[in-house]
Nanobody, 119 residues
């Protein structure tokens, strides 16, 4: 059973940066793509960014329109560690961020990490 643990969130002012990390407890072999998701209270998980296994050209990564040019996603080759570099943060980026498979069924959701952008 894969366990996912996210970290790196916090409270930052608008324009600030954060780097989120996600570590999987074991191989995530059944997925070809990992993603970062954002959840607001009472809402479903919303896909923010994805990265596929192997050397993925930037053109084939997915980023939600609202974060394009501000967020970057990286990962190790096995997708057991994934990162989300968040620059130029805006108040609307606020939410709880999770990593999970973005291809096929999700793994059990981890605890997530809270990102709050506020002055």
């Amino acid at each position: 059973q894969v366990k996912l643990v996210e970290s790196g969130g916090g409270l930052v002012p608008p324009g600030g940066s954060l780097r989120l990390s996600c570590v999987a407890s074991s191989a995530v072999l059944r997925t070809t793509t990992m993603g970062w998701f954002r959840q607001l209270p009472g809402k479903d998980h919303e896909l923010i960014a994805t990265r596929s296994r192997g050397a993925t050209p930037v053109a084939y990564m997915y980023f939600k329109d609202s974060v394009k040019g501000r967020f970057r996603m990286s990962a190790n080759g096995q997708l057991t560690t994934v990162y989300l570099q968040m620059d130029g943060l805006k108040p609307e980026d606020t939410g709880r961020y999770y990593c999970n498979s973005a291809s096929g069924p999700h793994f059990d959701w981890g605890p997530g990490t809270q990102v709050t952008v506020s002055s």
